[in-house]
């Protein structure tokens, strides 16, 4: 029988996840910031529909990037350097969660309902939740977010208007993470899309250990609250000055 979990009460660990469905571990109703972030830290994350319960799931295995892997193709090189676009960081977090729950043709629903947003919301007023957006024409083209603890980065979605605009979005946050000392990003499930830019799964059981030394080891410096991408970080990438993996 699944769990239920309760205000106050704690998560079973994420090695007790069902295999079938991979990585379920509980279900209950609170959606508390609070909640969230207690999940993270123990490498479990919320997803689920509107006409359920919140579900707690740690898959095994777990999709990662390490940022030292990532796979920055030649055309996307081309993009950065060529492209017309400007980066900015957590200044419109509502507005890239609300992208990101916009319905697309390849999926039915989207598990990011209002109640959702509002717990991200509020870990983003806390200095915990980020978003990374590309801007193109004055327009919110692309972007992503996600939550930072420790060392360890937890990519939540990603949404593009504008050809690559995602990408671009994702490329800066790897190399800005790389700087800062970030050592993993948990991308949770595995595509052939996040494939492509060097992320592979490893098991549940590595990846907890892992999570367990980043989440109580902070970035140095700390990275709390508000975001701001070193201009350094930003003349490099669009230079096409990076030391990533081709």
Same mark, same amino acid.
């Given at each position: 029988m699944l769990p239920w979990i309760n205000a106050g009460d704690a998560f079973p660990h994420a090695s007790e996840a069902l295999d079938d469905p991979n990585g379920l571990l509980c279900a209950g109703l609170d959606l508390s910031a609070a909640l969230v972030l207690k999940a993270y830290e123990r490498g479990i994350y919320p997803w689920y529909s509107e006409d359920q319960p919140v579900l707690w799931w740690s898959p095994d295995p777990r999709m990662v990037l390490y940022p030292s892997n990532f796979t920055l193709h030649r055309s996307l090189r081309k993009t950065l350097k060529h492209a017309d676009y400007e980066i900015r960081v957590d200044t419109s977090f509502e507005a890239v969660m609300r992208a990101?729950?916009?319905? $697309?043709?390849?999926?039915?629903?989207?598990?990011?309902?209002?109640?959702?947003?509002?717990?991200?919301c509020d870990l983003h007023r806390a200095g915990f939740a980020h978003s990374v957006e590309t801007w193109i024409d004055g327009e919110l083209a692309g972007g992503l977010y996600g939550i930072a603890l420790g060392r360890a980065f937890f990519g939540e979605s990603m949404f593009m208007r504008r050809t690559d605009a995602s990408k671009i979005a994702f490329t800066h946050l790897v190399v800005q993470l790389r700087r800062w000392g970030f050592e993993l990003i948990d991308c949770q499930q595995q595509t052939r899309h996040l494939a492509?830019?060097?992320a592979a799964p490893i098991s549940r059981e590595k990846f907890l250990v892992e999570l367990d $030394?980043?989440?109580h080891s902070p970035a140095t410096p700390p990275r709390a609250g508000a975001w701001q991408f070193e201009a350094e970080v930003l003349r490099n990438v669009r230079a096409g000055l990076v030391q990533i993996a081709e």
């Open positions: 990101c729950a916009d319905p $697309r043709p390849d999926q039915d629903g989207t598990w990011i309902s209002d109640a959702v947003i509002d717990a991200y492509s830019m060097g $030394r980043l989440v």
